[in-house]
């Protein structure tokens, strides 16, 4: 299969839903009827199905003096981009230890807005990836920012910064997770289909692997829940 093999050369891990959606024009191009259970006929016969794996490690402290702010975002609905930014922070591996990837992801969109990789789980990660989401937005007229309640997200500069931009500070309730389950789902979605779960030789070797992924995932990796589009595009038609 050269048209999926050349697909895999930017997302190698991409499912066969969406291989089947980005390929079509190609199969109709090339003569070919090709389904999504042929697809995935064709792909198990040739042991091209990509597996998942699960992910433990932990990277949040709550057990800490600063205040914890309330869920704000569980029952109001998402309908813009800027309108909720869910961050978090995931771990990757180099061959002298780990490294730690804060992400900042755009609710509505999906697209990530703002990362740092350090190699340390202390604050400055964070701040530099949330300055980095603000730089590039355009508007953030009621903007809420939704986290768990890790002591870089409730320290009194990463709370600052907030406020000073009128930005709605909420967090996940103690032991609820799933409350910031769209996180946590772009951390799984870059270490499946981008090779994030790999040990890399060394800090400098994960940040571009790490630039890498999140252009791909940005701008090439369609979204069942967008529609197949690409974060990129739902955040740049709409923002």
């Not at 702010?69 to 230890?97: A, C, F, L, M």
């Not at 939704?146 to 907030?162: E, F």
Request: with cysteine; glycine share 4%.
């Amino acid at each position: 299969m050269i048209i999926v093999k050349n697909r895999r050369k930017s997302l190698p891990r991409e499912g066969v839903r969406k291989l089947t959606r980005s390929l079509e024009q190609e199969f109709i191009e090339s003569n070919l009827k090709i389904g999504r259970d042929t697809l995935f006929n064709i792909l198990r016969k040739n042991n091209m199905l990509t597996l998942r794996k699960k992910y433990s490690s932990r990277t949040t402290n709550s057990l800490h003096r600063f205040y914890k702010y309330k869920n704000i975002i569980k029952d109001i609905d998402i309908t813009r981009p800027n309108q909720v930014w869910v961050s978090d922070i995931t771990y990757i591996r180099t061959i002298k230890g780990f490294c730690y990837l804060a992400l900042i992801t755009d609710m509505y969109s999906r697209k990530i807005v703002g990362y740092d990789i350090s190699n340390s789980l202390e604050l400055k990660g964070c701040e530099r990836a949330l300055n980095k989401a603000l730089y590039q937005a355009k508007d953030t007229t009621k903007l809420i920012h939704h986290s768990d309640r890790g002591i870089q997200y409730c320290s009194n500069v990463y709370t600052q910064i907030l406020k000073r931009n009128n930005i709605g500070i909420s967090m996940t309730e103690e032991n609820h997770c799933y409350e910031n389950a769209v996180a946590e789902r772009i951390n799984g979605i870059l270490k499946d289909e981008f090779y994030l779960d790999q040990t890399f030789d060394s800090l400098q070797h994960a940040k571009r692997a790490t630039k890498n992924a999140i252009n791909l995932y940005n701008e090439i990796r369609l979204h069942l829940s967008l529609d197949y589009k690409t974060p990129n595009m739902v955040y740049l038609k709409t923002a």
